[in-house]
């Protein structure tokens, strides 16, 4: 049987123009025991189209990862090193990601207690809210009304020592089951988003860079990031934006010497922007959260200057001023009009920004690459934001 495609359901918020290419739904092919052929226009229709939906998938732990590694057959290790974020209580990302202990790759996230799943005794899953990382909160009357916010949005990087995966796999084992909820953005522009439980929101970086001005647009054009050694313990103390996007600057980040042994040649530099192999389009890569300071290049002297930001370059290493910078150029991308949601359901995890939240219901997922999932789902290493489910980046 031929590999079908089926364009996925948008939300009604969304430019259905802008989005017309991003995220399709795969049938026809089972993603844990295709063949060569059918593995190679898999690759090829990811790159083209950044998520890619696979519903009523079984996969193993082990099938899971093989299915990511074939992006990158080099690749050896979970996004943030195996083994590495059991052991690191100071990283932010250690409350909630359990590791498969006979594929170090995979990890399972969730709420919820867990027995005897896959090689874990016991587990009792933390989903990730914004109580736990933003400077402001949701009441308790609004969050009990269906009131809730994106907790982060990230690309699955470790951001130091190791690059960053090629893609990320989420694969769905169970979602909860109530009422749907409403993403506040809590920063003014009133922008608010309906969601069912278990939502997992996708951005495209394509579209992030496209609707930007033409200043920001030269801006992304000539700016690398320079990321904070270890940034996930290095951002642990600060509190973030009401719109998960970034952190506020209050001087609460842990300071250098008190971070886990670090080497500045392990640290990372990365352009803001990435090319995409298939399509040759440039598409935003940046984990604002982390980022510490940008290098920007100067104009060439041919280009003009006329309303150009840092035209003769800089090096900026203000916080207060990269937040803000960064937060300018990826705030738009975020909007209501610019999302993809995947609702993840009975099987599944992987990772390119995170950033729903939800009640304390009972949900899993197993994670390693950027896909979607019982479903199974694939993404390029991108933004999004996610219950108990299987997750792997490769």
């Known amino acids: 049987m031929a590999i079908e495609l089926a364009p996925l359901p ?68 979970f996004g943030h090193g195996n083994n590495k974020i059991d052991r690191t209580k100071k990283s932010i990302l250690h409350p909630y990601l359990k590791t498969i202990p006979r594929v170090p790759q995979v990890q399972l996230i969730g709420n919820g207690a867990v027995y005897d799943h896959e090689g874990i005794p016991e587990a009792h899953l933390k989903h990730a809210s914004h109580t736990a990382f933003h400077k402001t909160h949701i ?102 934006m009401s719109d998960g996007l970034g952190l506020e600057t209050e001087g609460k980040e842990r300071p250098l010497s008190e971070l886990t042994e670090w080497s500045e040649e392990d640290v990372k530099v990365y352009p803001v922007l990435w090319k995409n192999p298939v399509t040759k389009g440039l598409h935003f890569m940046v984990n604002a959260t982390a980022a510490q300071e940008l290098f920007v290049a100067p104009l060439p002297d041919s280009a003009s200057r006329e309303g150009r930001l840092f035209p003769n370059g800089a090096h ?55 896909w979607a999932a019982a479903c199974v789902g694939l993404a390029t290493r991108r933004y999004h934001m996610p219950f108990k489910r299987r997750y792997v980046t490769g």
């Open 10 to 77: 948008l939300p009604p918020s969304v430019d259905v123009m802008q989005f017309r290419d991003v995220g399709r739904e795969v049938k026809g092919v089972d993603p844990g025991s295709a063949n060569p052929a059918e593995l190679e226009e898999l690759k090829t229709l990811l790159f083209k189209h950044d998520i890619l939906l696979f519903r009523d998938c079984r996969l193993s732990p082990e099938k899971q990862y093989a299915l990511a590694k074939i992006f990158d057959p080099s690749s050896e290790t």
């Open 139 to 240: 009441s308790p009357a609004d969050a009990a009304a269906g009131a809730t916010r994106f907790y982060r949005w990230h690309m699955d990087a470790a951001l130091y020592e190791l690059d960053p995966p090629v893609v990320t796999t989420l694969y769905a084992l169970a979602v909860p089951r109530g009422a749907p909820q409403v993403v506040r953005y809590d920063d003014g522009k009133g922008d608010e988003l309906p969601v069912p439980l278990a939502t997992t929101a996708f951005v495209s970086g394509r579209t992030m860079f496209e609707v930007l001005p033409p200043e920001l647009k030269s801006l992304a054009v000539r700016t690398r990031v320079r990321y904070a050694p270890h940034p996930f313990q290095w951002m642990a103390p600060a509190g973030a």
């Open 316 to 370: 900026i290493t203000d916080l207060k001023e990269v937040r803000e910078l960064l937060h300018k150029m990826q705030r738009p991308g975020i909007s209501p009009n610019q999302l993809t949601k995947l609702i993840t359901t009975y099987h599944a995890e992987a990772a390119i920004p995170r950033g729903k939240t939800g009640p304390r219901e009972n949900a899993l997922t197993h994670y390693r690459a950027w």
